[in-house]
Structure formats: structure tokens, C-alpha cells
């Protein structure tokens, strides 16, 4: 054997003292490594197509517009940023107040979105914070779990919210409807109106829920501070003004007045219309400050809020809390999950991205709106936020309309406003200290009354009675249960609505004459017998695709006009020209029809059925081919 290798290498050849079993591993070996490459050059290859400059600037749209930036830009978005920012301050307290938090919480989450949407987000106008409806729905789980609660629901909504735009499942959003979003949104405003009764009022008694609330006002009417009331329902009454002020300039009798129709008049007017939430909360702070330093203050004050900025920290995963005096309990991270539940750690995001996809959309100028990147920029914004111990955080319709209408050049303008809170957080906490609640609780009532849609209901009652069902069913529900729950039950029943009324297919009832039908029956493989036979042609029109639901109407319908004509041989013609798909069941229920037809010697034809439908009732159901044969004018065969 060496002496034949030693002939085939050469007898001085290192190879000659090689077996073969070490060459045959040696090109196994060599085999592997080639494989390794291949592997290695298709991934680079797959990495390059996906990784383009296309994607990197659409995950990071400032790329986009920083390289432009310039000085009007800068102006445009600083102007921009101060009126946000002095409509966010007050705005964010009282959702603050709204949701059972420090006024602090507030403020925390209205600064730290704002500036990673800088990077992320797509739409200059969005202004990003707490908002009215995720401010309400966090109220319950405060109440249980303290602010430690609020911060785990940002990141946790902040990380399925990345998870929903990394793995582009923003389409879920889609099955909650516009009527069920119309309910959802009306009775959160009206419930956050009632929540900040106490407050107008100067009532302190227990309750948080719509009901609890009027109830705990009614019964503490007696206790009512006049001087809280007068000052709130003032307030409301000036911001409801300040908030038409430009309309007003439009008004027959100012229109003459020349010196009324002058820019600079427009633009104070504007920007006290944009300010106004701060003006009231200045010259409140001003007057209770006065008030208090003579001994005449009758007003219920805010009291102390933390001043300084937050700590850069991780989410409180693990929190004690006492039980009774001497006992503590300690929660983890899977308790706090559990205790949350799987309903709100679930509707949360998806509130959130409801809210931020329809802004974006609104704001869109008739382009097409990125609604994963802005799902993934709200995501980045939670988690970043519950880092600062911030609330769950959506864009706000109220500021990004003053975002808008200020001139925005480029979400530059978020770190002008940002700028602001944070030098409000550092600097103006103690002066806080005397802002009335009454004046805070008619800034909120004031923001959130305009979002009760009561004229979605008009149009909806002259086009589409039936979608009120839903709408009806989700404000109540909201209204008198709880936030969670009506969105769940209400998005449930129009899911269910729709598939009912969706999978019942109307069947018409077309031309009816009678026709000769020649009949071929096989008598035997060589002879066919053929027959005349005078019958009633029936076509029968399916307006709709059959699917299981439906298709039951479909059998009835047939039989009812079977039983109606009274003859003994009929064809059924089912016009299937509208029929684009019909599922197993169907198919099967159409199997049966056809074969018990046969039996009590009527006949039904598929008409105008495309190929693929064609195709699954013979191949699959064994319905025969003449089943399908179009017809003559006057005489088929079958």
C-alpha cells in the first residue's frame, strides 16, 4: 500500500506517508471551511441589502433635516418651543393632578419624550407628554400602587410599543374603530372633568370614577369653598374667551376698525390666545401670593412640590410597601405585572398609538404618514421617560395644534421646550407653591371639554345608524365601569358586528322565464340518451365573498325560492360573478346543496364563477364540470 502511494506522490514526496483516511478528512475539512464562507457571504449579502441608507435615514429621520439646518429654522422653532412650552407647563401639572401624582411627575414627562422624539420622530408638529385619556387610565393603578406604578406602566408600555414598530404590527390598531375611539375619548374627557370637581369645588372627599365623584359632590354640597368655585368657573370663563381671540378679530364688528387690522395686534393677540393657560397660572400664583403674605388667603393652595430636576435611574423593578404599622412587603417586578394585569399593561400602548397615529395623520399635509417609526420614537420616548421617573406619554392634540399654528420649522423646536420645563423644574417649583387648585382644575376642564365628539353623532345617524351601537355601548361603558374595560368591550362588539353583518351575504332574486333544458344522462359508456324537458330558470344573485357565517343564509335562501315557485323541476343559477372567495365550509355546504338538489331533481348552475373557485369545487368538492357550463339564450346543458 506505501509503496502505491509512494509511486502516485513521488517516493521522497511528506505526502507518501499520508493515508487515505487523513486525505479523505483533509477534503471533508477543506469542504466545511468552503461551506462556512458561502454561509458567511450570504448573510454580508442579505446584511447589505437590508441595512441601506434608505432604512438608516428612515429609523433616524433627523438625519433628514439636521445637515438644512439654519438660523431661520433655529428662530422659527425657538419662538415655536416657548409658546408649547408655556401651554405644557400648566397642561402637564394638571394631567399630573388628573392622574393622582406629584405635579413634579408631570413636568418629569414632559420634557424627556419631547427630546428623544428630536431623533425619532417624523412630524414637526407632534408635541409629545402626558395627556388627558392616559392620565385618567393611569388614576387607578396610582391609587394602588403609587407613583412606582405610573413609572413601570412608561417602560412597559415603552418596550411593547418598540416591539410593535420593530416588528411592524402597528395594523393591530387598525381593529379598534372610529366610533369606538369617539365613545372611549368622550367619556374619558367627561370623567376627567368629574375628577377635577374636587378640586374647583374645594371638596376633599374619597372617589376617582365618574360616578363616585357627582356623588361625593352631591352629598358635599353644605362644605363647597365659594371662593375655589368662583375662582375656578372665572377661570374657565377667561380661557374659554382667550381661546377665541383671533376668531374674535374676524368678527363684522371689528373688521372695520382699521387699526385693529394690523400684524403686530394679530400676533399679541395670538400669542396671548396660546399663553393663556400660563397667564391664568402667573397671575393666580401672583394673587395667592398676596393673598397669603396680608392673612387673607381663602384659597385651597397646591402646597409643596419638589423643585430640582430628576435622578437618571432604573425603573423602581422592585418596591416595599407597608402593609399595616410593624409588617412591609416587598414586590418584585413579576408581582408588580401581576398586580398591573394583563389588560392595562396591554391597553396602555395601544392607546398611546392610537392617539400618536391619528395627530401624525392630521399633521401629514396629504403624505403618507411613517406610522412605524412614529410608534417606534413614542416607544424610545416611554422607556426613556421612566427613567426620570415619567408617566406613560402620547402626543397631545391641544399643544401640537399650538406647535402648529406657531410656526414650526422642525422637531428642533422640542428642545426649546424641553429647555423651558427643565428651567421651570429648577427654578420655579417654590413659586408653585401657591397656584389655587380651582385655577389648575379649570385649566384641565378648560383643555379636555372639547373632547367630547357629540358631533361625530349627526353624520353617523344619517349614514351609518347601526355604528352608533358600538360608539353608545363604549362611552357608557367607560363612563360607568372603567376606561379598560369599555375600550375592550366595545372594540369586541364592532369586531362582532361587523363580521355579522359582513358575512351576510344578500341574495336577489334575478330574471325568471322558462327555457328548454337538454338533459344527457350515460346509459352506458357507448350510448347517451337525450331529453327535452320544459323548466323554470331561476338566477339567484350573492352580492358578497361566502364564508361559514354566511353561507347558511345563502342554503335558506335557495330553499325559500324553491318552495315559493312550487314546480317540480327548477334551475337554480347562482350568479357567482361578486363570489371572489369561498372558504372549506363553504365549499362544503355548496357540495351538499348541489347532490340534495339532484335528489328532488332541480339543478344548480354556477355562473360566472372565476377560475380558483371554479377550480376548489371540482378538484376539492368533486362537483362536476357541468355544473359550470354558461348558458345559451334560450336552452343549457347539464
Known amino acids: 500500500m506505501h509503496d502505491r502511494e509512494a509511486k502516485m506522490y513521488g517516493a521522497g514526496s511528506e505526502l507518501s506517508i499520508v493515508s487515505r483516511s487523513t486525505m479523505s478528512t483533509w477534503i471533508s475539512d477543506s469542504h466545511f471551511v468552503d461551506e462556512i ?3 458567511r457571504r450570504r448573510v454580508c449579502k442579505r446584511w447589505r441589502k437590508t441595512c441601506t441608507r434608505d432604512l438608516l435615514y428612515r429609523r433616524l429621520p433627523f438625519l433628514s433635516w439636521i445637515t438644512k439646518y439654519d438660523l431661520s429654522k433655529l428662530l422659527s422653532d425657538a419662538n415655536a418651543g416657548m409658546a408649547v412650552s408655556l401651554t405644557a407647563i400648566p397642561q402637564t ?5 388628573v392622574a393622582g401624582l406629584p405635579a413634579q411627575i408631570g413636568l418629569y414627562s414632559a420634557f424627556m419624550g419631547p427630546l428623544m422624539y428630536i431623533f425619532f420622530g417624523t412630524v414637526r408638529e407632534i408635541s409629545v407628554g402626558p395627556n388627558s385619556v392616559l392620565a385618567l387610565m393611569i388614576n387607578s393603578y396610582v391609587s394602588e400602587g403609587g407613583v412606582a406604578y405610573a413609572v413601570i406602566l412608561a417602560f412597559l408600555t415603552g418596550i411593547i410599543q418598540l416591539i410593535i414598530g420593530l416588528l411592524n404590527l402597528g395594523f393591530i390598531v387598525d381593529l379598534i374603530s372610529a366610533p ?5 375619548c368622550s367619556a374619558a374627557a367627561l370623567t376627567a372633568i368629574a375628577t377635577q370637581m374636587k378640586g374647583l369645588l374645594g371638596l376633599k372627599f374619597q372617589g376617582s370614577n365618574f360616578l363616585g365623584v357627582w ?3 352631591f352629598e358635599n354640597l353644605s362644605d363647597i369653598n365659594y371662593y375655589d368655585a368662583g375662582l375656578g368657573f372665572l377661570t374657565i370663563f377667561l380661557l374659554l374667551l382667550m381661546r377665541k381671540l383671533n376668531c374674535m378679530m374676524n368678527l363684522e364688528v371689528f373688521r372695520d376698525q382699521a387699526c385693529l387690522q394690523n400684524r403686530w395686534i394679530s400676533r399679541v393677540l395670538w400669542f396671548l390666545s396660546s399663553s393663556r393657560n400660563a397667564s391664568v397660572l402667573i397671575f393666580s400664583c401672583l394673587a395667592a401670593y398676596l393673598l397669603e403674605i396680608n392673612g387673607l388667603n381663602q384659597l385651597t393652595l397646591s402646597g409643596d412640590i419638589e423643585p430640582g430636576l430628576p435622578t437618571f435611574r432604573l425603573p423602581p423593578f422592585q418596591i416595599e410597601r407597608k402593609v399595616d404599622d410593624d409588617e412591609t412587603q416587598i414586590l418584585n417586578f413579576s408581582d408588580i405585572c401581576a398586580e398591573i394585569g394583563a389588560m392595562g399593561i396591554a391597553l396602555f400602548p395601544l392607546v398611546s398609538i392610537l392617539e400618536q397615529v391619528a395627530i401624525a395623520k392630521t399633521y401629514s399635509h396629504g403624505k403618507s404618514t411613517d406610522a412605524t417609526q412614529e410608534i417606534i420614537s413614542l416607544g424610545i420616548g416611554n422607556i426613556a421617560g421612566s427613567f426620570v421617573g415619567a408617566m406613560p406619554i ?17 422637531p428642533m423646536v422640542n428642545v426649546f ?12 417649583m417654590p413659586a408653585f407653591y401657591y397656584l389655587p387648585k380651582a385655577v389648575l382644575a379649570a385649566v384641565v376642564i378648560s383643555s379636555v371639554m372639547f373632547l367630547v365628539e357629540y358631533e361625530e353623532i349627526k353624520p353617523m345617524w344619517k349614514s351609518r345608524r347601526i355604528e352608533l351601537l358600538p360608539l353608545v355601548l363604549t362611552f ?3 363612563l360607568l365601569v372603567n376606561m379598560e374595560f369599555g375600550i375592550i368591550l366595545g372594540a369586541g362588539f364592532h369586531l362582532l358586528l361587523l363580521l355579522h353583518m359582513g358575512n351576510k351575504p344578500k341574495i336577489t332574486v334575478g330574471e325568471i322565464q322558462a327555457i328548454n333544458v337538454i338533459k344527457t344522462t350515460a346509459a352506458d359508456s357507448t350510448m347517451v340518451n337525450t331529453s327535452a324537458i320544459e323548466a323554470k330558470r331561476i338566477r339567484l344573485i350573492c ?8 353561507i347558511e343564509a345563502f342554503r335558506h335562501r335557495i330553499n325559500e325560492v324553491i318552495h315559493d315557485e312550487g314546480c317540480e323541476k327548477l334551475i337554480i343559477i347562482a350568479d357567482m360573478e361578486r363570489v371572489l372567495e369561498v372558504d372549506y365550509t363553504s365549499l362544503k355546504v355548496l357540495k351538499c346543496m348541489h347532490a340534495d338538489l339532484q335528489k328532488r331533481e332541480h339543478t344548480l348552475i354556477f355562473d360566472k364563477a372565476n377560475e380558483v373557485l371554479q377550480q376548489h369545487l371540482t378538484t376539492a368538492m368533486e362537483i362536476p364540470v357541468s355544473a359550470f357550463i354558461q348558458l345559451t339564450r334560450h336552452n343549457i346543458t347539464v
Open 37 to 39: 464562507h458561502k454561509k
Open 93 to 97: 401639572i394638571g394631567y399630573a393632578a
Open 180 to 184: 369606538v375611539i369617539s365613545g372611549f
Open 215 to 217: 356623588r361625593g359632590v
Open 394 to 410: 402620547s402626543a397631545s392634540f391641544g399643544r401640537s395644534a399650538v406647535q402648529s399654528s406657531s410656526g414650526v420649522r422642525t
Open 417 to 428: 421646550s424641553s429647555g423651558v420645563i427643565l428651567l421651570a423644574l429648577g427654578l420655579l
Open 476 to 478: 357608557f361603558s367607560c
Open 543 to 550: 352580492d358578497r365573498s361566502l364564508h361559514f357565517p354566511g
